[in-house]
C-alpha cells in the first residue's frame, strides 16, 4: 500500500504543475483545464502500479512539450520583435 | 583559484510579451489596467545565466542576488527570478513609481541605483538583460559600467570563466562573432540567444517564497531618481493597410506609376 500511495502523491503533483502550466496556454486555461481533467479522469481506475507509472511517464513526456512550446514561442516573438 | 563570483542580477518587471501595449485615450501612459506583467525575457535569460555560472563549476559561485527598482509590484519579477535559482533579492521601492508610470524610472536612475548598491553590499560580477522589452532603452548596463568604471561586454552571446578570473564573453556582430576578455570585475549584458531559461516547476515558487527579500529606498542609496526627460507624446504605430492583388500586367503598371515607383 506504500509504494501505492506514493504514486498517488506522485500523480496529484503531476496534476498540479499540468494544471499550473496550463495557465498560460495560448487557447485558454478553461480549454486546458477540461482536457487535463477529462484526461486525468479516463485513467482514474487504473490501479496497476506498471501502467500508473507508464501513464506517469507519459504526463511528464506532456509537460516537456508543454515547456518546449512555451520557450518557442517567446522565443519566437522576441526575435520577430527585435532581430528580424 | 579564482576569486569566487558575488553575481548581480538585476531584473524588471515588464507588461507580458505576448500582450499588444495600447495608448490610453488621453495619449500620456501605456494602458496598464487590466494588463498581464511577466519577468522582463532578457532578465531571465540573465538569471539562467548565473545560474549555469554556478551549475557549471563547484565553487565557483558564491552568491547570486536579483535586485529590482521600481514599485512594490516588482516584487513579483523577483519572486520569478528567485523560483529560477536566486538565492536573495533586494527590492528597491522607489515612491511615486506605479506600473503606469513605470518608464519614468530612466535608465540613468537605475544604473546610480545599481552602483550605489553595489558599492554597499559589494560584487564582482553583473549579469543584466541587455534590455527591457518595454521602453527598449538598452542602456543601463552601459551605464552602470561607465558609472562603476568596470569593464563591459554587451549582447553576450557565450560566457566563460577560467580559473584566473578571466571572463571571456563572445559577442555576434555583423559578419561573425567576437571574443572579448577581461579580468574580474565586469559587467555583461545578454543577447537573445545565450541561453534557454528553465521553466519553473510549481514546487519552485512554493520555495522561493521562504527566501530572503530585503528593501530598500533610493534615498537608503542616496540615489536621486527624478525623471530627466520628458513624455512629450505617445501614440500607436500606425495601423497597416492592407495590400490588394492586381489581375494584370497593365494595372500593376499603372499602379507603380500612381505611386511614382516607376
Given at each position: 500500500m506504500a509504494a501505492s500511495n506514493q504514486l498517488r502523491y506522485k500523480v496529484i503533483r503531476q496534476y498540479k504543475q499540468l494544471l499550473y502550466m496550463g495557465r498560460e496556454y495560448p487557447r485558454g486555461y478553461q480549454f486546458f483545464r477540461d482536457r487535463l481533467h477529462s484526461g486525468f479522469m479516463n485513467n482514474a481506475n487504473i490501479t496497476d502500479d506498471k501502467q500508473i507509472e507508464q501513464k506517469l511517464r507519459f504526463a511528464e513526456f506532456l509537460e516537456k512539450e508543454i515547456e518546449a512550446l512555451y520557450h518557442l514561442r517567446k522565443y519566437r516573438a522576441m526575435k520577430r520583435q527585435y532581430y528580424d | 583559484m579564482p576569486p569566487r563570483l558575488n553575481i548581480i542580477v538585476p531584473v524588471k518587471r515588464v507588461i507580458d510579451y505576448a500582450i499588444k501595449p495600447r495608448v490610453n485615450s488621453a495619449k500620456n501612459i501605456v494602458e496598464t489596467n487590466g494588463v498581464k506583467f511577466s519577468l522582463n525575457p532578457f532578465c531571465e535569460i540573465a538569471v539562467e545565466e548565473a545560474i549555469r555560472l554556478r551549475e557549471s563549476k563547484k565553487d565557483l559561485v558564491e552568491s547570486i542576488t536579483l535586485v529590482s527598482a521600481g514599485s512594490a509590484k516588482a516584487q513579483d519579477a523577483l519572486r520569478s527570478g528567485l523560483a529560477m535559482g536566486a538565492d536573495k533579492a533586494t527590492l528597491i521601492e522607489c515612491p511615486g513609481i506605479d506600473d503606469a508610470k513605470?518608464?519614468?524610472?530612466?535608465p540613468l536612475a537605475v544604473a546610480k541605483l545599481l552602483k550605489a548598491y553595489i558599492d554597499k553590499e559589494g560584487a564582482n560580477l553583473v549579469i543584466l538583460g541587455k534590455q527591457a522589452i518595454d521602453d527598449d532603452s538598452n542602456q543601463t548596463g552601459q551605464m552602470l559600467a561607465g558609472l562603476l568604471n568596470w569593464p563591459q561586454a554587451t549582447n553576450a552571446s557565450n560566457v566563460a570563466v577560467d580559473d584566473d578570473g578571466i571572463v571571456s564573453v563572445t559577442r555576434e556582430v555583423d559578419g561573425g562573432s567576437e571574443t572579448l576578455s577581461a579580468p574580474l570585475p565586469i559587467v555583461i549584458t545578454t543577447d537573445l540567444r545565450l541561453n534557454v531559461p528553465r521553466y519553473t516547476k510549481l514546487q519552485d515558487i512554493m520555495k522561493a517564497k521562504k527566501k530572503k527579500t530585503d528593501k530598500l529606498t533610493p534615498s537608503d542609496l542616496g540615489v536621486d531618481i527624478a525623471p530627466r526627460l520628458e513624455v512629450v507624446s505617445l501614440s500607436d504605430p500606425p495601423k497597416r493597410l492592407g495590400g490588394s492583388k492586381v489581375d494584370s500586367v497593365d494595372s500593376l503598371i499603372s499602379k507603380l506609376k500612381d505611386v511614382g515607383a516607376i
Open positions: - | 513605470s518608464l519614468s524610472l530612466e
